[in-house]
């Protein structure tokens, strides 16, 4: 009877979770809020992880790479991940040139944040699941300017912590991918800067260092991580490695632009989600 009953609570874990994947996918294509979170909150990022890669499933489109996230000391888990992942997809990658507009869920959460964003110029290693920032320095990859949209059907996902956060996407929602930063390997971190407007009034100033590890650090976790979920990164996979000047909320119809230093600045404009 107990065997019985450890396989009918692991059906029951297992169909919560494809339920929870189900809304957020189909809150995401209808353009639609979520009062809250659709279902039991995963109790470990593994578990969220999981969520996720149902939701990948779900999702009719490609992933051509992976937003990085931090996570605070007082919110990681038992395994020790002082970051997290969350998918980007081919339709919802804009080049900067013209200014794009991008969606945004009414209702729920929205935000842009300044990136570093680095595009993988070989396969990483797929039985590689250990990585030092020096050795993600030596990894082939070019370096970009870019601008991530953070968005969620769930306005309280941040507040609800990062294993809501992976579930759902990782609160991504979009990337619009700025112009390479030659010889980005010569330029010290600290010289990596830029700062955030909405609507010409400066929200945020930061850069490259403004997250504990620098980009190096995010990639790294990038590149250690994915061989972990048995998803290994490839050839052309771009990594936005965290936000350089803070998590600024927009709404639809204002725009947002990036100013960085010494590299130019983009520009993009909220539109409510389809």
Known sequence: ?????????????????????????????????????????????????????????????????????????????????????????????????????????????????????????????????????????????????????????LATINQLGPRVVIADFGNHNGLVLGPEIRMWHAIPESQLTCQTLIDDVQVGSGGATSLPGGLRAAFAFALARSALRGRPLKKGDLIATGNATGIHDIRAGQTATIRFDRLGEISCTARAAP
Do not use: C
């Open 1 to 153: 009877m107990s065997n019985g009953s450890g396989a009918s609570e692991s059906v029951r874990i297992e169909a919560g979770r494809r339920a929870i994947a189900a809304s957020f996918v189909h809150a995401r294509r209808a353009g639609q809020a979520l009062a809250d979170f659709p279902g039991d909150i995963p109790t470990t990022l593994a578990e969220a992880y999981e969520v996720q890669d149902l939701a990948i499933a779900q999702w009719p489109d490609t992933v051509v790479g992976w937003k990085v996230g931090y996570i605070p000391a007082d919110r990681r888990d038992a395994s020790g991940d002082d970051r997290l992942l969350g998918p980007m997809f081919a339709k919802a990658l804009w080049a900067a040139t013209p200014a794009p507009q991008f969606p945004v869920y009414v209702g729920g959460f929205a935000a842009v944040e300044a990136e570093f964003v680095l595009r993988l110029g070989a396969d990483a290693p797929a039985t590689k699941t250990t990585w030092s920032s020096e050795e993600a320095d030596t990894f082939p990859a070019t370096l970009h300017t870019g601008i991530e949209i953070a968005s969620s059907p």
